[in-house]
């Protein structure tokens, strides 16, 4: 699997070249079968991404689109932390809510156990796919400065879940208990994107591309789908592509461009 690394002069042509992905992802998707499917992570790169997604209000794909959400803090849905809150706010609010489904994780259920149960229930209650895992057309990730992606941390127990298709995490690291998909169902999918961006997380993108890294997002390997990165040329910066012993094909977009 040779993964497709884009690397663009600043946060906002990243986020650009990303829309159009989708777009053209979910037009091919709506057209093949009706809908798509794509799962949505936190955290703050992608805001800027969701805002310009939903600026395109009028596109008719949207009421084919399936909103999920990779991992939710398990916090209530109002809550400055919740993931469903910043996806609500930066893209299902400015499209008026009118897109074919959002699912987002129970967090009122009585424990993070049981949101994780639940949520899975849906999935395959949406999908169809018991006992198998469900493929999302699309997977959006971003990356931890510590390598992990999703909620799946770094030694967590979570990235050796093998059947169940979310789990809850308890890391004493992080201040809310998580509930994330699990690794087998992000390697299901169709089209796992790395949205990364800034400075910061260059040495971290270096150490993760690396032959025979074994950090929580090195384990990001779809079984049959496409992998992309879109960075930003800071988050590039410390790249060695020596590392990539041809895992990986970079294209740089357009530096001259002002
Ligand atoms: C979350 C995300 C998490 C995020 C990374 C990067 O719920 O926080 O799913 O995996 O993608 O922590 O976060 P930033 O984009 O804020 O750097």
């Not at 009122?108 to 395959?124: F, G, I, N, Q, W």
């Not at 400065?145 to 979570?158: E, I, N, V």
């Not at 690291?173 to 994107?193: D, F």
């Amino acid at each position: 699997m040779k993964a497709m690394m884009h690397i663009f002069r600043n946060h906002r042509k990243a986020a650009v070249f990303l829309v159009n992905m989708w777009h053209e992802k979910a037009a091919e998707k709506i057209r093949a079968k009706g809908r798509f499917t794509v799962a949505l992570s936190g955290g703050k790169t992608p805001e800027a991404l969701y805002d310009l997604l939903g600026k395109d209000r009028e596109n008719p794909a949207w009421k084919g689109t399936h909103i999920f959400l990779v991992d939710e803090r398990f916090v209530p849905h109002d809550h400055p932390d919740s993931n469903y809150r910043m996806v609500r706010e930066h893209l299902m609010e400015p499209l008026g809510w009118k897109i074919g489904s959002m699912h987002c994780v129970q967090t009122e259920a009585v424990s993070a156990e049981t949101a994780a149960e639940k949520y899975a229930d849906d999935l395959y209650s949406f999908f169809g796919s018991r006992p198998d895992f469900p493929e999302f057309d699309m997977i959006m990730l971003g990356i931890g400065k510590d390598g992990h992606t999703a909620s799946l941390f770094p030694g967590s127990p979570a990235l050796d879940e093998r059947h169940r298709l979310a789990v809850a995490v308890h890391e004493g690291r992080i201040s809310h208990k998580r509930i994330t998909l699990s690794l087998p169902v992000i390697n299901h999918a169709g089209e796992i994107i790395f949205f990364v961006i800034g400075k910061d997380k260059a040495p971290i993108l270096r150490t993760i591309t690396a032959q025979g890294a074994y950090l929580p997002a090195s384990r990001v390997c779809p079984e049959k789908g496409r992998l992309s990165y879109i960075l930003d040329q800071e988050a590039a910066a410390e790249l060695d592509p020596e590392a990539f012993q041809g895992r990986m094909t970079l294209h740089f977009h357009h530096y001259t461009e002002t």
